[in-house]
């Protein structure tokens, strides 16, 4: 496996462009969620606690925290946090939005999808994931990784 500097890297190259850099700081996070709430909407027939049965998205989200944490132990943390701040919204949809969270969130993805597309064309490079589809969990990090630079925190 690539060191997570290395994925950073690369996937930098292609997100040059400052317009392109602020859709996906817009973008990511809400495909992101926009995933999450999708599998957040396949309840199983087990309940967390009352009212919130355990989801689809409770069992990606550990094999999702595993991934970061093998690449970054560190940026797992943020990550983890950021995916814990994304079940509480698709809790709180459920609560108060009287649309089906899935529908939401199929409408936040191929909005964010259309930005993210539109961002490339203005950096006028293809997405990253094209070359690898890890790349797709990479974003996210990423975006992370300048929070925590910002924060001074090393990853």
Not at 31 to 58: K, N, R
Not at 74 to 99: D, N, R
């Amino acid at each position: 496996m690539k060191p997570i500097q290395t994925w950073l890297n690369e996937y930098g190259v292609s997100h040059q462009n400052p317009t392109n850099k602020l859709i996906h700081w817009i973008c990511v996070p809400f495909i992101f969620f926009s995933i999450i709430g999708m599998l957040y909407s396949i309840a199983l027939p087990v309940q967390l606690m009352e009212g919130m049965p355990l989801t689809v998205a409770h069992i990606a989200l550990v094999l999702v925290t595993v991934y970061y944490f093998m690449l970054s132990p560190t940026l797992s943390v943020g990550m983890l946090l950021f995916s814990l701040l994304c079940i509480a919204g698709c809790y709180a949809i459920t609560l108060f939005v009287p649309a089906p969270l899935w529908a939401v969130c199929i409408g936040i993805f191929v909005a964010a999808w259309i930005g993210q597309f539109y961002g490339h064309n203005i950096e006028g490079v293809k997405p990253s994931f094209f070359k690898d589809l890890q790349f797709l969990m990479i974003g996210p990090a990423w975006l992370m990784s300048f929070i925590y630079t910002r924060l001074g925190i090393r990853y």
